[in-house]
């Protein structure tokens, strides 16, 4: 991956990280090429009050996030990814 996830409309004015992006894309399982899309957002407001995602669960990914300095997914929309 040679791309840098930033947030929607975030501007990264260092030139040593281009290429930046809001999206990722991933195809998984080459062979029935399902593809992902990877997106950051700036926060999950709109997930919390419309009941998508509890307080909880965003506290616990928030803790995780920084403490081990890895991305979590917090929401997905679609089916799950059914491997063969």
Partial sequence: ?????ALQGE???NHDLFPVT????????????W?????KYKDCDDLI???MLGIDEFEAAEEIVIDKHMPICIYRAGI?????
């Fill in 1 to 5: 991956m040679n791309q840098i996830l």
């Fill in 11 to 13: 501007s990264i004015s």
């Fill in 22 to 33: 809001d999206k990722l894309f991933y195809t998984y399982d080459y062979g029935d090429d």
């Fill in 35 to 39: 593809n992902i899309t990877i997106t």
């Fill in 49 to 51: 009050c419309n009941n």
């Fill in 80 to 84: 799950s990814v059914l491997d063969d």
